[in-house]
C-alpha cells in the first residue's frame, strides 16, 4: 500500500476504493493492511487505521480474521496517537466475531468515551453502539449512552448518538453504515 505523505480525505476515499476494487477474499489488500497497521510509523499506522475503519464500515466483518489483531492493536497504540487509536477501535468493533471480543473491547470504548478529545469520544460512542447492536449485555448501557450523548453532547456526539441509536434500536431502518463520512 503507497500512503501519499498528506493523508487527505481524497486519499482515504481512493485507498478505500482501490482496497475495494480488490475481488474477495482480498487476501493480499488485507496483509498489506495489516502490515501497515503494525508498523512502526506512525504515519503509515494512522493511514491504515483510518483505511480499516472505511473498509469495515463498508463491509463490516471483511477484517474478522484479524478481529483479535485489531483488539491488541486498539488497546495497545499510544495515547498521543489517538486519531489510529480511535480508527481501529471502530474498525475492531465492526468486525468482532464472539461475545469475549466485544466484552473484552468494550472497556476500551467506554474509556474513550471519557476522553477529553471530542473528536475520539464521538468515535468511542460509535464503537460502543456498534459492539451493543451485536452484544445484547451491552445494548441497554449503550442506549443510555447515546440518549445522553443525544441531549448533552457535542456537536459531533449529538450527530453520532442520533444516528447509532436508529442502528441500535432497529437495525433494518439504518442502512450501511458507510453511507456517512465524518
Not at 52 to 67: C, F, H, N, Q, T
Request: net charge positive; aromatic share 4%.
Amino acid at each position: 500500500m503507497v500512503v501519499p505523505r498528506s493523508w487527505k480525505h481524497a486519499d482515504a476515499v481512493a485507498a478505500t476504493r482501490e482496497f475495494l476494487s480488490h475481488r474477495p477474499p482480498r487476501q493480499g489488500a488485507i496483509r498489506a493492511l495489516m502490515k501497515e497497521l503494525i508498523s512502526e510509523d506512525p504515519f503509515a499506522r494512522r493511514c491504515a487505521a483510518d483505511l480499516a475503519r472505511r473498509v469495515s464500515e463498508s463491509e463490516p466483518g471483511i477484517l474478522s480474521g484479524y478481529s483479535d489483531v485489531l483488539i491488541d492493536l486498539a488497546l495497545e497504540i499510544r495515547l498521543d496517537e489517538w486519531p489510529a487509536r480511535g480508527h481501529v477501535l471502530l474498525a475492531a468493533a465492526s468486525n468482532t466475531t464472539s461475545r469475549t471480543q466485544r466484552l473484552r473491547l468494550a472497556p476500551l470504548a467506554r474509556a474513550m468515551i471519557e476522553d477529553d478529545r471530542n473528536a475520539l469520544r464521538a468515535i468511542a460512542l460509535e464503537a460502543f453502539a456498534v459492539l451493543a447492536a451485536a452484544e445484547p449485555e451491552l445494548r441497554e448501557e449503550g442506549v443510555v449512552l447515546l440518549e445522553n450523548a443525544r441531549r448533552e453532547g457535542t456537536a459531533a456526539m449529538r450527530a453520532r448518538a442520533r444516528r447509532m441509536l436508529v442502528m441500535l434500536m432497529d437495525p433494518k431502518k439504518a442502512g450501511p453504515r458507510s453511507r456517512t463520512r465524518r
